[in-house]
Nanobody, 124 residues
Framework: QWRVVESGGDLVQPGGSLRLACTVSGIPFKFYAIGWFRQAPGKEREGVSCISTAGDSTLYADSVKGRFAISRDNDKSTAYLQMNTLISEDTAVYYC?????????????????WGQGTQVTVSS
């Protein structure tokens, strides 16, 4: 039985940092690309970042470029999203998703397995 579990969401002040983790089980993690998506209240889900199976290719949404960093540890079957210089517009539920395709990019429909999400709130 596959599982995708996000963790690390929290309430943080503007300018602060958080690191989200995505732990995957039940599927061969090293063969799957990882994507992070987010959905704010009243808004559509948007792609944030993704990383290839080998970790040598990454992609970021313009809104987070230079502030967020995605990484993965295949030995731990875990991916991470380091979020720095957080702003109120980053407030959302963050979802981790996995795909067998290294060409999925930030297209949500290309992802096969999804977690339940973790809440990130940026507020003073």
């Amino acid at each position: 039985q596959w599982r995708v579990v996000e963790s690390g969401g929290d309430l943080v002040q503007p300018g602060g940092s958080l690191r989200l983790a995505c732990t995957v089980s039940g599927i061969p993690f090293k063969f799957y690309a990882i994507g992070w998506f987010r959905q704010a209240p009243g808004k559509e889900r948007e792609g944030v970042s993704c990383i290839s199976t080998a970790g040598d290719s990454t992609l970021y949404a313009d809104s987070v470029k230079g502030r967020f960093a995605i990484s993965r540890d295949n030995d731990k079957s875990t991916a991470y999203l380091q979020m720095n210089t957080l702003i109120s517009e980053d407030t959302a539920v963050y979802y981790c998703a996995v795909t067998y395709s290294d060409d999925a990019g930030l297209t949500a429909s290309m992802y096969d397995y999804w977690g339940q999400g973790t809440q990130v709130t940026v507020s003073s």
